[in-house]
């Protein structure tokens, strides 16, 4: 008899803790975790909600493309970021960056959100890509909140490739770090 309690109280105990440690990876995934996606549909999506978002039309004639849609989880909060990064030819390259100019206002104030927030540069380098946030600054108004929102757009002349990254979190007031850490950290960005 002591022995068929002990084993129950064994089997007890073992199955208590594999719940326990099930539940605490599932909890730290879904509190603190990473989504990541390359359904293309996600994006599609959100341009209906945002038009400042370039749609497929306004793609040209690319020869590669690659999604990317990363969602971080922080307790209650959570930040989506959708990358597009395209690839063309010399010549559909050349005619899609120069459309940039007139299709974005392209912001070229230093910004800040905060008194706490130092000011960063609305252009910056990364890798081969040269960066302009977008989309903010529409005929002297403010489009969208920085930085809850932000679109960047990137070019890279080296592989005649252009990358769209749409940033939204309506809870964030700050961005400590640099715009490329942020890149990497919060939107998933690989070089």
Not at 82 to 111: H, I, M, N, P, W
Not at 112 to 126: H, L, R
Not at 152 to 164: C, L, M
Request: net charge negative; proline share 2%.
């Amino acid at each position: 008899m002591k022995k068929t309690v002990i084993k129950t109280v064994i089997i007890i105990s073992v199955a208590l803790i594999l719940a326990l440690v099930i539940a605490a990876v599932w909890l730290n995934h879904y509190l603190f975790g990473t989504v990541v996606s390359h359904n293309y549909n996600r994006y599609e999506k959100i341009t209906e909600e945002y038009d400042c978002l370039p749609t497929e039309l306004q793609f040209g004639e690319y020869k590669d493309r690659d999604f990317k849609y990363f969602q971080r989880n922080m307790i209650i909060f959570e930040s989506h970021a959708y990358t597009v990064r395209l690839s063309y030819d010399g010549e559909e390259y050349a005619k899609q960056k120069s459309e940039l100019d007139t299709e974005f206002s392209f912001c070229t104030q230093k910004l800040s959100a905060d008194i706490e927030e130092p000011f960063k540069e609305p252009e910056f380098d990364m890798g081969d890509f040269h960066f302009r946030i977008a989309g903010i600054w529409e005929e002297g108004s403010i489009l969208y909140e920085y930085p809850k929102i932000i679109l960047f757009i990137g070019t890279n002349d080296t592989d005649n490739e252009i990358a769209y990254i749409f940033f939204e979190d309506l809870d964030q007031d700050l961005i400590y770090g640099s715009f490329e850490d942020f890149l990497r950290d919060d939107c998933g960005w690989k070089d």
